[in-house]
DNA sequence: ATTATCTATAGATCTATAGATAATGC
DNA sequence: ATTATCTATAGATCTATAGATAATGC
């Protein structure tokens, strides 16, 4: 049952959407080859035709998911300053929302992924670290802050808090102190806003 | 090669001991009970005359880091005040440092944990989520803020910061970047101190 | 006699490969 | 003829259990 090079490649692509969203939902470790292409709606063995290795399916899937992060966040930054909204606020209102924190399979790679990268292959962990500078340079260009040093620093504790926040609020088994967490974080981030706390 | 049962019960600490510093640094699904108890000194089959599965050692294993670490956080805000030093700085300090990025395997469980828990048995959870409750509120006791609901704020945030900061200082590998986040974070969440930014 | 631990193994699962199959593309 | 995918399987590893062993503790 041979399909055509196009299709083949639309094979390959739909593999490596299905990769970078099962491995954010259960681990890297979590999922299995077998299954994982399944899902896709192949069979197992067909996978190394396209793959060298999981490891390596996992890195490109990294990769993928990293950069699909950068550009969704530089829409909401585009979009923002089309409605004339402040571009900061609106990361911060994106990233801290319910949606995000019940959806991790499509979410940020940090929350799901970054504590079990040390243990995988130094690509992956590329992947990640070129993803969060990718993150940070977004932040530094909308942060509030005097000079470049003030926004810089923003950018990193704003990333820093909205992981953690993130991470705490989808610990909690209870919705309103989950969703009060989400809040607390937000708040606290958009009040910086501007370079003071009122 | 049977033994007392004043050493069993020492033997079943030493696996407790080793399997919560072995699930942080490799992940639940990243040690096998065999290599487990190899590293207790002890056999693969005799684990299952201490505990029921893995998954209950698992669970077990999180209560005892996360009691663990409450106690170390109440002793780091006591002997903080004991010195007449400010008892928030220290913790800040405590755990935005060097040493405990680099030794996950005893350090907070929610950054090499919470990502793979919503994954484990229903009590695994509950142990982060009761860890989580027990470090917000030593936080909240020591956090600046006029009052409690702005402490409880605080507590939250910082927390927060901190987890994010860690788990982004471990995805750098570039150490000078790496200090660079967690001193960044550090002075941030200690110019809060006393409620106000200057 | 009881029981903590050991050896050995069943049964499941996982990654990767070998060889077969059948449709594409020259 | 080439090649994308499939079936089948090798070899490794993992959890859990069964039965043996030997020291403890009545």
Redesign the interface.
């Known amino acids: 049952m041979k399909v055509s090079r196009e299709r083949a490649a639309e094979n390959r692509e739909r593999v490596l959407d299905v990769a970078s969203r099962l491995f954010r939902e259960?681990?890297i470790?979590?999922i299995g080859v077998a299954n994982l292409m399944k899902e896709a709606g192949l069979t197992h063995g067909g996978f190394y035709g396209s793959f060298a290795s999981k490891a390596a399916l996992a890195a490109e899937a990294c990769e993928r998911a990293g950069e699909q992060s950068v550009r969704r966040w530089r829409r909401i930054i585009d979009g923002a300053r089309e409605r004339g909204e402040d571009p900061y606020v609106a990361l911060v209102k994106a990233y801290l929302c319910v949606a995000h924190r019940d959806n991790?399979g499509r979410g940020c790679m940090?929350?799901?992924?970054?504590?079990?990268?040390?243990?995988q292959e130094p690509e992956l962990?590329?992947a990640?670290?070129a993803n969060?500078h990718g993150l940070l340079e977004l932040l530094v260009e909308v942060a509030p802050g005097a000079d470049t040093a003030a926004r810089e620093?923003r950018a990193?504790?704003t990333?820093?808090?909205?992981?953690?926040?993130l991470?705490?609020a989808?610990?909690?088994?209870d919705a309103a102190q989950s969703e009060n967490?989400l809040a607390?974080?937000r708040?606290?981030l958009i009040a910086e806003h501007g370079g003071?706390?009122r």
Chains 1, 2 share one sequence.
């Open positions: 259960k681990g470790d979590g991790p940090f929350t799901t992924l970054a504590a079990e990268a040390p243990r962990r590329e990640l670290n969060l620093a990193q504790i990333l820093s808090t909205m992981v953690g926040a991470m705490l989808r610990t909690m088994p967490l607390t974080a708040a606290s003071e706390v």
